[in-house]
Structures are given as C-alpha cells and as structure tokens.
Nanobody, 122 residues
C-alpha cells in the first residue's frame, strides 16, 4: 500500500554536500513523523533526524549544525540536506515514516525505504 524510495546518495569528499530525498507513494492521506536513519558497517542503525507533520525537527548530536531535514507534505516527501560531510557520516541512509493514515482511513505503522549509500572520502 505504501512505498518509500530514497535517492541522492553517492560518493563525496570530506567537506562536501549531498541532498537525500525520500518519496512516499500509495494511498496516503497524511504522514506523522518522517525520519532519516543511517547504518554504518558493523554498527547499529541510528536516528539521524526526524521531522513531525507540524515541522518540528530533532537531530542527532553528531549532525546538528551540519544536516537539515525538511518535508513537503503535499508531495509526501522528506529531504535531508547534508553539509560539511565527514568520513564518519559514511553509511546507508534510510527513510522511515511513523503513523500513516490512508485515504481509506487505515492506520499504518513504520514503513522503511530500501536505503541509499552515502560514502564520504577523506
């Protein structure tokens, strides 16, 4: 019923920038939180940034001041602008949604995208 597709990953030098996008498609009426997670090799998946439907944001301490999360509710999209990238930002980045209300009034939970690789070279 719902699919999330990320894009925008790639290889960048330290100090560079990337912008990730995530498109949610399906019979969606509204989405609560939209989040970005990341998972580096050998490490647990961690929350990078979150944005509520209201626009309220939350960031991991490691990315504060460098990353900016935003969303377009009309398009059911969420973005992650990543500046001043560091090698330790290298990971697979995943988009995740919280509660989704469908156009049929169903309540759906916790959809994940397939991930997009971000590699930062030193």
């Amino acid at each position: 019923q719902v699919q999330l597709v990320e894009s925008g990953g790639g290889l960048v030098q330290a100090g560079g920038s990337l912008r990730l996008s995530c498109a949610a498609s399906g019979t969606i009426d509204s989405i609560a939180d939209m989040d970005w997670y990341r998972q580096a090799p050998g490490k647990q998946r961690e929350l990078v940034a979150a944005i509520a439907n209201s626009g309220r944001t939350n960031y991991a301490d490691s990315v504060k001041g460098r990353f900016t999360i935003s969303r377009d509710n009309a398009k059911n999209m969420v973005y992650l602008q990543m500046n001043s990238l560091k090698p330790e930002d290298t990971a697979v980045y995943y988009c995740k949604t919280g509660v989704i209300v469908t156009t049929q009034g169903q309540i759906l939970y916790d959809y994940w995208g397939q991930g997009t690789q971000v590699t930062v070279s030193s």
